[in-house]
């Protein structure tokens, strides 16, 4: 099998799945390959927040903006193209238009509210991308719970839409050691880190440690990022003379931030509908830490089970996020069980070993002419269409 990947850039986020999906091509041992095509440079945000650090070890990938001729004759010559994350289909339209494979990955088309589908420039483009190779070869991986119902609006994609996402580096733990680790510090941590920008809503944190603050709840509140809302934030600390139970710290490299990661009791995720995915709910789950959510991020519908593996607020909540703050802070039984069930669904299900070798099995099975088979839950499952204003009720109604 000759694969490729094709996307704007690779970064940390997904080198795991594409070094999972090279190995287990070479391991076959009959010529397969695995080749990622990136097509523009990265930003220079994100190269400071550290994501260029580990291209040098991708013997796979391959520049688009180096090497155009040999890019475009592995895109036509391959079995299978996985298309992602970039808006021009100068790269894809011949395979398209040839009736040959192509499997997209996609996040969400209306981050900013489902109303933009009825603008008929939108329509046309949706129509001429998608909705027009309905009865072709083309399949979608949804990266995040809203992405089908988004599809489905412009009739793209009907039962060939499967679960995916992002799947950062998993680490494998010794769990009692790791919980016995957090509790050895002495006090209970709860942490948020990510850019510091108005739809990841991170003042919602300060609101909270000010909270916290004025119910004597024992708890330290650190955040990590930097962003245009950060001076505000600090401003706010001081306002509410937060003192030493909270803190905001730079940024730092995805590792350091893992660390942190694995002395922290609770994460916060509370980022809105513009929140593609959101890997750090990844991380956090696989650091044993109990996370409390928004159910707006794509994430969240994917990977969380309400009071199971983590809890869910209503995005926006912030009354019910301190809720169950307080909740998972006076109750340690709780925060245990969450955490070690967050840590399971990553290490058995949500990784980028397991998903690599279920999407390598549908693409055998497409290349042979096969039906398609969905997984039972987790990557490659049916993608599941539930409309926006119903997914907080969903996740919290489901078991």
Not at 197 to 211: R, T
């Amino acid at each position: 099998m000759k694969l490729v990947t094709v996307s704007n850039y690779i970064n940390h986020h997904q080198i795991p799945l594409s070094d999972a999906l090279d190995q287990g091509l070479r391991q076959r041992g009959d010529g397969s390959t695995y080749t990622f095509i990136q097509t523009e440079p990265m930003e220079e945000e994100r190269r400071k927040m550290g994501w260029e650090a580990s291209l040098k070890e991708c013997h796979y990938l391959k520049f688009y903006y180096e090497e155009p001729e040999i890019c475009a004759a592995l895109i036509q010559e391959a079995d299978i193209v996985i298309f992602g994350g970039v808006e021009e289909e100068q790269y894809i339209s011949e395979r398209l238009l040839k009736g040959k494979i192509v499997i997209r990955s996609s996040e969400r088309l209306y981050k900013e509210g489902t109303w933009k589908a009825v603008s008929p420039r939108g329509l046309i483009k949706k129509y001429k991308d998608h909705t027009r190779f309905a009865k072709s070869p083309v399949y979608l991986l949804c990266d995040g719970g809203y992405v089908a119902s988004d599809f489905h609006i412009v009739r793209a994609y009907t039962n060939k839409m499967f679960r995916f996402g992002y799947f950062p580096k998993m680490k494998k733990y010794e769990m009692t050691r790791l919980m016995n680790q957090k509790k050895e510090k002495g006090y209970l941590e709860i942490l948020w880190a990510g850019r510091m920008i108005d739809w990841k809503h991170p003042e919602m944190v300060v609101a909270l440690a000010k909270e916290l603050k004025e119910q004597n709840v024992p708890a330290h509140i650190t955040m990590i990022g930097d962003g245009p809302c950060r001076d505000a934030l600090e401003k706010e600390a001081e306002l509410y003379s937060l003192g030493d139970s909270f803190v905001i710290k730079d940024f730092m490299p995805p590792e350091q931030i893992r660390s942190e990661m694995e002395q922290a009791d609770i994460y916060l995720f509370t980022s809105d509908y513009k929140e593609g995915w959101g890997a750090v709910l990844n991380e956090a789950m696989n650091s044993g830490c109990a996370v409390i959510a928004s159910h707006a991020p794509g994430a969240t519908p994917f990977l969380i089970q309400d009071k199971k593996n983590g809890l869910v607020f209503k995005s926006g909540d912030q009354a019910e996020l301190t809720e169950l703050v307080l909740n998972v802070v006076r109750d340690e039984q709780l925060r245990s069980s969450l955490a070690l069930q967050a840590y399971e669904t990553i290490e058995q299900e949500w990784n980028a070993e397991e998903a690599a070798k279920r999407l390598l099995m549908q693409c055998d099975r497409l290349i042979n002419g096969r039906k398609i088979a969905f997984e039972q839950s987790g990557p490659m499952s049916k993608a599941p269409i539930i409309a926006q204003r119903k997914m907080y009720r969903f996740l919290k109604k489901r078991r």
